[in-house]
């Protein structure tokens, strides 16, 4: 995969979330923000290593790039840069829990990870902890896709978006999380319908089609909510999560595709849970066949960390204890 600038007609900056906005208060790199608001991602990177070589805010310029090459899965080149922060900084945590979240992505050496791990613990023990418990939780639902929708009335139903053709047709993908979102509105017709998706790769809007879909389909307009801003899993979650914490919801689903079910439960799940609010939460996805996870599992790293609060800095500064 390469790193390339955006040419296409999306309005980038009103997607969710924005790349790099811990760093948007440090002047020099507000420019590079900017250019990440826009996806000029190469550019950006180009301007970042500039910065880098004049030695102007270093060791924020070198976090940032490690987070850009995280988002994009270039995670032995985020490790590098990393490292490359750490020793100007042994002590810098952001660039500890960077390195070892991107360690365990790509399964480096056991030893290594233990090493890393240690390192967290002896920067900051209840920062350690937590890491240590969204990990275990990580390990133990990654290829979790059965889920039991038994045990109650469902109020909520969260759909996740997925890319729309160019001409603004659902590919299958889409078509089959809709017809299970179809399923349960009849067999919960008081849940509200959440739908999340913002216009990512084209003029078209995931959330704005899948409710014209569901509204044409029979159910009724008030029961569709459409949130149309996120870019990604991540976005999904921060929709979801504003829409959800001023209400009351006991009983949470969330409809996906079958392979990326275990990493939106999961994502939701850990929305939750960092905002405190009670809430069952179940899955459910259409009987499509599932493919190799490898990638899926290797997102769900990524993606679970960062609604944690253990990817950007602002986020982990929130979290650290000394």
Not at 43 to 70: F, G, M, P, W, Y
Not at 185 to 206: F, H, K
């Amino acid at each position: 995969m390469t790193i390339q600038d955006y040419k296409g007609d999306v309005e980038t900056a009103k997607l969710i979330p924005v790349v790099g906005s811990s760093f948007n208060a440090i002047e020099d790199l507000s420019g590079v923000v900017r250019l990440l608001e826009k996806w000029q991602y190469k550019t950006a990177l180009k301007e970042l290593n500039h910065l880098i070589a004049a030695e102007r805010e270093l060791i924020d310029s070198l976090l940032l790039k490690a987070e850009v090459l995280a988002l994009f899965d270039y995670n032995k080149e985020t490790i590098e840069v990393c490292e490359e922060v750490l020793e100007r900084d042994p002590d810098n945590i952001y660039a500890i829990i960077m390195r070892l979240i991107q360690l365990i992505i790509i399964k480096e050496n056991p030893s290594l990870i233990n090493k890393a791990l240690m390192t967290l613990k002896q920067r900051d023990l209840g920062v350690f902890n937590y890491f240590t418990g969204v990990l275990e939780f990580i390990d133990q639902h990654k290829l979790r896709f059965d889920y039991d929708l038994n045990g109650g009335p469902i109020d909520l139903i969260c759909v996740f978006g997925y890319f729309l053709n160019e001409d603004g047709t659902m590919p299958l993908k889409l078509i089959q999380r809709l017809e299970k979102v179809k399923h349960l509105a009849e067999q919960y017709p008081d849940a509200t319908i959440l739908l999340s998706g913002g216009a990512v790769q084209n003029q078209y809007c995931e959330a704005v089609e899948m409710k014209r879909e569901l509204h044409e389909s029979g159910i009724e307009e008030e029961r569709l909510v459409s949130l149309e801003r996120a870019r990604d899993t991540v976005g999904n979650i921060i929709e979801f999560m504003d829409y959800i914490k001023p209400r009351h919801f006991s009983r949470i689903a969330v409809v996906t595709s079958r392979d990326h079910l275990p990493r939106a439960w999961m994502s939701l799940y850990m929305g939750l849970k960092t905002d405190n609010y009670d809430a069952h939460l179940v899955g459910a996805a259409p009987k499509d066949t599932i493919g190799h996870m490898d990638k899926e599992i290797r997102l769900s790293y990524q993606t679970v960390f960062r609604i944690a609060g253990l990817f950007e800095k602002q986020g982990i500064k929130k979290l650290v204890t000394k």
